[in-house]
């Protein structure tokens, strides 16, 4: 115990940390996480049995324990450029802003806007995302060091042009060697084949295959926009989620993002498949797609529904507590119905569904999980009263409610404190501000 | 100066302030409050020549000022009700759980549900708000305590009972009475008639006319739900705004919450009446109203738009920040327009407008304005990058970014403390659960 008796040192990980008094489903008890990262024991009297062994003990009385965050669809590097470009049209947003800006991206950039991003869904709650983007390998490094987990996929675009497909190969085969040699549990490569109008129909079928081939999760977007439905209508003569299918890209690997002018038909083909589908409320709001997510119709298609923020410079933050509320609050807005996607589901949609979707355990807090518990403050004004802690956490808090992040048994954040938190704010805003000026030069 | 030294001697008030190196508009200028609480100078050498006249220094370097924030309709005492009932039908939710526990509501409930709601509102960067509920003497009396400015009513329901019409009649005389013996310029009170289908024509007509002779506001639900102006179209010919036009309750005098179901003749009818309209985007979606403000209608006609929470049970946070980005995606989504409502309009919506619609000023930052003024962390993750200070506040940033609150010159928060918070909690938390126990005994 003598290493470890250092506060500082609970940052480090690979010690045995007891959870003393801490709300847990409505109960009070103690949970007690081994050296190496799993819930070992989890009881009313846990405390007396393990309290000589722990090599931390965390005072948990006046919090409640949830299972870490799970954010199934961001960019998270994207958060550089969070505020840039607002209230614009589409087209001339990715123009005009966002794709000469991308043009200037380096691996630095992306290494310092991973580190804010993981920083923000640290401090927000989350543990474990899903993204895609560019220069992946320096956002590994990044993730890496944050102790999170994630499933990171390069983001594959070929627009029917061979050339750019077999580069668009060799940069995802690369990724996937890069993270296997990290040889690091938490981090996952995927295939990201960015989506049905992006894609040609032999990169699908290529990137359904690689996914069967290394048994790693497909991640792609899916009929955000009513215009790439009908697109793909007119050129496909089916629907995208038809046309995925066809290319075998529909299965349990698959995260299926958006997902909002689906109709009844293709829930039905992604619930059937086993598909994962990540709903990202405030981005489909922001970017006025004019159609929520089905949540029904997939529910009762059996399809596992998810959550996630999409990037920053959509949406504009990480904060997947607030996620929750817009999505129990859209869903029964455009649906008309009051009763739609009540704050349990809601809780679950962030947390157990989220880890089934990226292979990371059941996502709930029992024994023999891995150690991926927040600590929400149980003080302060959203959490007062507490008639129903699950409606504060889904409808009154927002992220800055957690106090305390553990993921697979390491403490990322400790009384709202992650260590380096300054250097990353520092250095992101130079890297940012810097990528605006080579891009202002041209 | 001698008299103010030490520090927790800011939240007393009638001390001069200087608030030192803070980011106003994209300047760094210096902010000097006279000690009768209004900004008397403001510019980029106000530290040279005020230092030495301030009783108190902010150093504000790294931190954002802006007008404090304005939220134009909520319940403030029903947020002891946060989270008592979610995710239910409207008719049983009203009948089932709020209307039997607000059966057994006291004035002492009132006082500390309206306690916690200004501890909520302070901490999220509010500084006045437009309230309506029941015994608003205890209202006013902590609304009083915490330095806040608001507009108080009664909530006016006769469903054309006389009798019941007479004594609302003498309800509201007696709060604006009280309120006037209070004699704070802080607080002023105003005829609160509930909706024109729970309020009769001859109510209206008294509400209007008192409004007038006192010169006191007039707050009031409107087309709420698609069903009130049914019903109001089925027993008056006429929709629910000309109905209130014929009984003189349009006026710039009145503050009307909801409007989700307005046509456009009805907008302009607002307008060309000087109407000042609260936004209520969060409520709207969680009780799945189905149709959001037609804003762009409202801004065409001239009339004020602004916005509130509404109050906690059907929110479930008085969170404006919050509540902004709410607004802007909402109208973005639901209008199927990916330009409307910019930040810049959003964050006007939540201040300026609010101010003018309550009757406190401009709600500018500029000399001779009253000292309402919130200072916004620029250091931590959803303010960096610093691309757009007005879109990092609108989208990214929640009310916890919020450090320093300043009311007619007082201190209310200071480094996110606010004077009494435990005391605050523990006895709004202690009366809500009291409430529901004698709710249940029934």
Known sequence: MNEYKEYSDIYRGGASILIAGVLLNGKTVDIFISADGKI???SENTRTVHRSDAEFIIDAS????????????????????????DDMHLHEWLTEKIWPLEAHLTGEDVY?????????MIKSGTVAFNDMYFFMEDAARAVDETGMKAVLSHGFIDFGNEEKRDSEIASTKKLISYIKSMNNPRIKGAVGPHAPYTVSKDALEWCSAYSEE??????IHLSETEKE???CINEHAMRPAELLDKCNCLSSRTIAAHCCWLDEKECRILGKKGVHVSHNPASNMKLAVNRAMPYQWLKDAGANVTL????????????????MKTAALLQKFYWNSDTLLPAGETLAMATSAGKKALGFGNGRIEQGEAADI?????????????????SNVVYSCNGNAVNTVICDGRVLMSEREVPGEEEILSRAEMVAE????????E
Do not use: F, Q
């Open 40 to 42: 070992e024991d989890l």
């Open 62 to 85: 006046g919090k409640i324990a949830l299972p870490g965050l799970v954010n199934t669809h961001t960019h998270a590097a994207m958060t550089l450029l969070r505020g840039y470009a």
């Open 112 to 120: 310092w806007g991973t580190k804010l991003a993981c920083l923000e």
């Open 214 to 219: 290394e048994d790693i999760k497909l991640h």
């Open 229 to 231: 439905v009908n697109d």
């Open 308 to 323: 996630g923020t999409d990037g920053c410079s959509s949406n504009n933050n990480l904060d997947l507590s607030e996620e």
């Open 374 to 390: 927040i600590l929400i403050d149980r003080n302060c004004a959203c959490m007062t009263p507490l008639h129903n802690p699950v």
């Open 434 to 441: 810097s990528l605006v000026g080579r891009a202002k030069e």
